[in-house]
């Protein structure tokens, strides 16, 4: 199970950072996703992370402003949200898998329920 945490209602500008915590699992020889979907939008990918690399991807709209991390002990990969904008308002989940493209969300086996995150003009 994966439980996402962090969500919130912040104003433009302002930073988020979001926590993606395995539950009765072991993030390993996987990569763990970050995804997004706004009201009326298809699911958007985000960021990942290959857990065997550490190597991060960046979708267009989180780079430069988003940064994914992951912390070993606590079996918890991060999302820190930088200067967020209007836009960034979706539901964001994060998923494991990623074993073909990280970017596909078909690629990823377990979701996680979502987080809310609303930035406001």
């Known amino acids: 199970q994966l439980v996402e945490s962090g969500g919130g209602l912040v104003q433009a500008g302002d930073s988020l950072r979001l926590s993606c915590a395995a539950s009765?699992?072991?993030?390993?020889?996987?990569?763990v996703g970050w995804f997004r979907q706004a009201p009326g939008k298809e699911r958007e990918f985000v960021a990942a992370?290959?857990?065997?690399?550490?190597?991060?991807y960046y979708g267009d709209s989180a780079k430069g402003r988003f940064t994914i991390s992951r912390d070993n002990a606590k079996n918890t990969v991060y999302l820190q949200m930088n200067s967020l904008k209007p836009e960034d308002t979706a539901v964001y989940y994060c998923?494991?898998?990623?074993?073909?493209?990280?970017?596909?969300?078909?690629?990823?086996?377990?979701w996680g329920q979502g987080t809310q995150v609303t930035v406001s003009s």
């Open positions: 998923a494991e898998g990623g074993s073909g493209s990280l970017t596909a969300s078909y690629e990823y086996d377990y």
């Open positions: 992370i290959r857990w065997s690399s550490d190597s991060p």
């Open positions: 009765g699992r072991t993030f390993s020889d996987s990569a």
